[in-house]
């Protein structure tokens, strides 16, 4: 009975260890993927206490490994969150299972996306949640320079002294000045996204 329950111990303690082979080699590989993206990441557990984050995300939110296991709200982020409570939105996410997306800025005044994800285990259980910014800075410039366009070309619209309507190549109208509003006696509401044959119960066909 002595070298039964021996040979059972045995062959428990070689599944022991063959299974702290395969947690230590997956968590090799998690630390090692986590090292190597560039995004910054953050993972928080069910309590909103910090796991783990990535080198990108300790230089982005000013993370220590001594911060590994405290509150994500007790930790003075390096981003201007515009007056947004990032531990409220953790908690959003926690009770929604939805995923939460704002646009925030650093000191420099560079743009990311922060997308506050669910923490979903195999079992399909929320075990927490996933932080993760996304540089959007050239997008956010590129936009401002369209916005500037697009303001230039309506103040350059409206100071033409005739009537203008400016339609797309599907036929429908973009914009019109006040003075074709003025003289044609139509609203933009009426006009603006409209296929020009519509206008004025097609008289514009």
């Avoid at 590989?29 to 783990?52: S, Y």
């Avoid at 500037?148 to 203008?164: F, H, N």
Wanted: hydrophobic fraction near 40%; charge should be negative.
């Amino acid at each position: 009975e002595l070298q039964s329950t021996n040979e059972e111990l045995t062959t428990v303690n070689d599944e022991l260890n063959i299974g702290n082979t395969e947690l230590k080699q997956l968590t090799n590989d998690l630390l090692n993927l986590l090292a190597n993206v560039e995004n910054p990441i953050v993972i928080l557990g069910r309590d909103k206490k910090i796991r783990r984050f990535t080198p990108s995300a300790g230089k982005m939110f000013k993370l220590q490994s001594s911060d590994v296991g405290k509150l994500i709200g007790d930790i003075k982020i390096n981003l201007n969150l515009n007056n947004i409570n990032l531990n409220e939105l953790v908690t959003k996410v926690l009770k929604s299972t939805a995923t939460v997306e704002v646009e925030i800025c650093d000191q420099q005044n560079i743009w990311y996306l922060l997308q506050i994800k669910p923490y979903r285990v195999a079992e399909g259980e929320i075990s927490g949640v996933v932080l993760m910014l996304t540089n959007i800075d050239a997008f956010k410039r590129e936009l401002e320079k369209y916005k500037d366009v697009e303001s230039d070309t309506k103040r350059i619209i409206e100071a033409i002294p005739l009537p203008v309507l400016v339609i797309d190549t599907d036929k429908k109208v973009k914009k019109a000045n006040k003075i074709f509003y003025e003289n044609f006696s139509m609203s933009p509401l009426e006009t603006e996204d409209r296929l020009i044959s519509e206008l004025s119960d097609g008289q514009w066909n």
